[in-house]
T-cell receptor, first 109, second 115 residues
Framework: GQNIDQPTEMTATEGAIVQINCTYQTSGFNGLFWYQQHAGEAPTFLSYNVLDGLEEKGRFSSFLSRSKGYSYLLLKELQMKDSASYLCAVMDSNYQLIWGAGTKLIIKP | DAMVIQNPRYQVTQFGKPVTLSCSQTLNHNVMYWYQQKSSQAPKLLFHYYDKDFNNEADTPDNFQSRRPNTSFCFLDIRSPGLGDAAMYLC??????????????FGPGTRLLVL
């Protein structure tokens, strides 16, 4: 079966750095997405990786290793507004998105 | 601004009373999706349209139906809502290049409450 694993919840301090990991097992791979979802709102797109390596976009970076079935989202200079759930999703060989359950990130002052 | 719009944002219905949720988009995307998301869970794909071609997920209950009268609009009909259907319903759109990796853009969602 297809599976996406990410931690259920993480806590970090304002101004710090946090890394949210995602491991996946899917039938085929056409890229990995990270979305941010604030409570009661829709997911918003953060990043897309299809090749191995690090993609940097401002305070957020996303890393992919296809051979290890592994990705992480790195958030720097954390702000209170970064408190949200972060969803990892993999596009499989049928171009369907397989979603993780999300990691709830709590930022403390 | 190009966007995905869902109405209403909150919908209250009674057990067994049909309800329709709507989605519209100004992105001119080929593909439209309906997801169901319950608290602290991953979004669950119900079905999607690739242009006018309807694609139902195997485990989507018959209670859920969809219509896409034109490129811009898509509707989710729940024929006889049960208490277990209370959830956030998310509409999303994407282009369809055939090369994969097309980002899905979400509307704000409709939160459905079944009494």
């Amino acid at each position: 079966g297809q599976n996406i694993d990410q931690p259920t919840e993480m806590t970090a301090t304002e101004g710090a750095i946090v890394q949210i990991n995602c491991t996946y097992q899917t039938s085929g791979f056409n890229g990995l997405f990270w979305y941010q979802q604030h409570a009661g709102e829709a997911p918003t797109f953060l990043s897309y990786n299809v090749l191995d390596g690090l993609e940097e976009k401002g305070r957020f970076s996303s890393f992919l290793s296809r051979s290890k079935g592994y990705s992480y989202l790195l958030l720097k200079e954390l702000q209170m507004k970064d408190s949200a759930s972060y969803l990892c999703a993999v596009m499989d060989s049928n171009y369907q998105l397989i979603w993780g359950a999300g990691t709830k990130l709590i930022i403390k002052p | 601004d190009a966007m995905v719009i869902q109405n209403p944002r909150y919908q209250v219905t009674q057990f067994g009373k049909p309800v329709t949720l709507s989605c519209s988009q100004t992105l001119n995307h080929n593909v439209m999706y309906w997801y169901q998301q319950k608290s602290s869970q991953a979004p669950k794909l119900l079905f999607h349209y690739y242009d006018k071609d309807f694609n139902n997920e195997a485990d989507t209950p018959d209670n859920f139906q969809s219509r896409r009268p034109n490129t811009s609009f898509c509707f989710l009909d729940i024929r006889s809502p049960g208490l277990g259907d209370a959830a956030m319903y998310l509409c999303a759109t994407s282009r369809a290049s055939g090369r994969g990796g097309e980002t899905q853009y979400f509307g704000p969602g409709t939160r459905l409450l079944v009494l």
